[in-house]
């Protein structure tokens, strides 16, 4: 089955989705290092303790935090658009749950990137 949606062709039956520049999000990719001392129990502690401060940031769509198999972490984070993601960072910064979080980290190893969603892929299941 194949139907377009805002410009989009999205074919669910395959579910691969191809979305237009309007409905795609933009999504920022956050590496980071938890300090030595850290445990994974504090750093997803102080992940949760900041979730309601960026669920409630204009434009906030979801957030994944990974743990690689270095023991690096990514947090890949989905806005509605550029402009809220930007904006996101000043917001972060006026938050104490986040600077909670900050605290618990090394810099980013590459920093922040940005990139927008093309196109999504699904398992059928």
Not at 72 to 77: Q, T
Not at 83 to 107: N, V, W
């Amino acid at each position: 089955m194949t139907f377009n949606a805002m410009g989009a062709g999205l074919l669910v039956a395959g579910l691969t989705f191809g979305l237009s520049a309007q409905a795609a999000d933009y999504v920022e990719f956050a590496p980071f290092r938890a300090k030595a001392a850290v445990t994974e129990a504090q750093l997803l502690a102080a992940v949760d303790a900041m979730a309601p401060s960026v669920r409630n940031f204009p434009g906030f769509l979801r957030r994944e935090t990974i743990r690689m198999e270095d023991g690096s972490w990514l947090d890949v984070v989905h806005w509605r658009d550029e402009k809220s993601a930007r904006d996101a960072l000043g917001l972060a910064g006026e938050s104490k749950q986040c600077q909670a979080f900050f605290a618990l980290i090394d810099s980013p190893e590459t920093g922040l990137r940005y990139g927008r969603t093309v196109r999504v892929q699904l398992d059928k299941r």
